[in-house]
């Protein structure tokens, strides 16, 4: 408010002296509210951690310690060429696992964690062995919580 009345009035002593009493004001109002809004975070950590929720206290630490980044959303075209509208991406991405999950590979051979699988690999683990829900509850199970 000083600040429009500062410009209406071309910046008098006495209005910028308001404005600048505004300013300090607003600034130690700001400073304060971010110390108690920095407290309660410390409380609610140290209350995470009283309790033994370990992976909500870890989790809210590396929010806090991490900075914003801001993202880029890009992806790449079967071409090569560089995509970046939304729509675009949403609809490569819909074709990209469409083909995967429909096995239509248009000849490209699936990688692994040892290397690409060849062609009679892949045959062979396809139709020899098909997988059991028993098998799929073991593996769950073998994994680590959460």
Not at 20 to 28: H, L, V
């Amino acid at each position: 408010m000083a600040y429009k009345k500062m410009q209406q009035n071309y910046g008098t002593r006495k209005l910028v002296e308001e404005y600048k009493e505004e300013r300090r004001a607003e600034k130690s109002n700001h400073k304060r509210k971010k110390k108690e809004w920095i407290n309660a975070e410390l409380d609610k950590l140290e209350l995470l951690k009283s309790q033994n929720d370990f992976r909500r206290f870890y989790k809210d630490i590396n929010m806090d310690r991490k900075q914003f980044k801001a993202r880029t959303m890009l992806c790449r075209h079967e071409d090569g060429s560089m995509i970046g509208n939304e729509e675009d991406i949403l609809e490569r991405w819909r074709r990209h696992f469409n083909d995967l999950l429909n096995g239509n590979n248009s000849g490209r051979t699936p990688y692994t964690d040892k290397g690409w699988l060849t062609s009679d690999i892949r045959n062979n683990t396809s139709e020899s062995s098909p997988i059991n829900l028993e098998e799929v509850i073991n593996t769950g199970e073998k994994l680590k919580n959460n």
